[in-house]
């Protein structure tokens, strides 16, 4: 089997994940290819985030897509217009490159694209679009019942239904950064908040900072003690929540980098998630992976605001 991994960091590892049990289970010699882009919202390699310990076995192979690292995607017309010819050339060789790269990659596979999803993957129903997902897993699943190569072009999770019982064991981030949550969490009893906000539209408007406080403020009535762990892509939710309840309940990470455009900025969000997946529960934002796996990741409850 041979998969695209590509979209956020934590869609990613729920693709792998599940690519890792396919092959496992319906391959008779396990071998999994990984072709790994480091893009503007995921600018980070594969052995930045996991030990060469993972998958270790079966035959794994990880390609690093892009030879020079991190691209931003630049639309080719509009660098024309304002003139810039050679971000356009540089942008229509990269295109060229990952298409040779995916032909390369692909030749003598049946190819599953999971980039066909209805329209209604992102308001807030989501059943055309599970079903959509059960269907393309039915696909997966009969080629692999007749031992046919695979390459699986996906964005996130494909198995239906998950098993996400063994993920925290067979996923295994660098010691690094779980030693670091380690020392954020500690031992202390705290909450989860994961509060999506920047580009993602659809958290933002149904899991609103209100509904958050609101949530926040129960816990407080349950227990005045209890503390939160936050974590967050807006600095300005952080500044606010942090104003209103203090920096004593609301605990952050402290030298926190922002956004997900270098390997620094995506260490940050890979502790954080860790952090979340060491609290008793978590409150998570509509429609977000990050807060999702770090329950799945940490055996822990989850109510998604909304």
């Known amino acids: 089997m041979v998969v695209r991994a590509y979209s956020g960091l934590m869609s990613r590892i729920r693709m792998i994940y599940d690519a890792y049990l396919t092959v496992k289970k319906y391959e008779k010699n396990p071998k999994l290819t990984i072709l790994w882009d480091s893009e503007s919202g995921c600018n980070i390699h594969y052995f930045d985030v996991f030990k060469e310990e993972q998958f270790t076995d079966i035959v794994l192979e990880v390609v690093e897509v892009d030879k020079e690292g991190y691209w931003e995607w630049k639309s080719i017309h509009k660098c024309i217009l304002q003139g810039k010819f050679l971000d356009a050339f540089a942008e229509i060789k990269h295109r060229i490159y990952l298409k040779e790269m995916y032909k390369l990659y692909s030749k003598g596979c049946e190819v599953i694209k999971y980039n066909d999803c209805p329209d209604t993957t992102w308001s807030s129903d989501f059943s055309i679009y599970n079903k959509w997902k059960e269907n393309k897993w039915k696909q997966i699943e009969q080629l692999c019942k ?161």
Request: aromatic content about 10%; some cysteine.
């Open 146 to 306: 007749e031992q046919k190569a695979i390459f699986v072009y996906c964005y996130e999770s494909f198995i239906v239904p998950r098993d996400t019982s063994g993920i925290s064991e067979i996923i295994k981030f660098k010691d690094e950064y779980i030693l670091a949550a380690d020392n954020i969490i500690g031992t202390t009893d705290m909450v989860g908040i994961h509060i999506r906000r920047t580009d993602h539209e659809l958290c933002k408007k149904i899991s609103t900072v209100e509904m958050f406080v609101k949530k926040m403020d129960n816990e407080i009535a349950e227990n005045n003690s209890i503390k939160f762990f936050l974590s967050t892509d807006d600095k300005e939710v952080e500044t606010e929540l942090i104003r209103q309840y203090g920096a004593e309940r609301i605990i952050v990470q402290s030298d926190k980098k922002w956004g997900r455009t270098s390997k620094e900025e995506m260490v940050s969000g890979i502790i954080d998630c860790l952090c979340l997946s060491k609290c008793k529960k978590i409150y998570g934002s509509f429609s977000s992976q990050f807060s999702g796996f770090a329950a799945e990741y940490g055996k822990i409850p989850i109510e998604i605001i909304k």
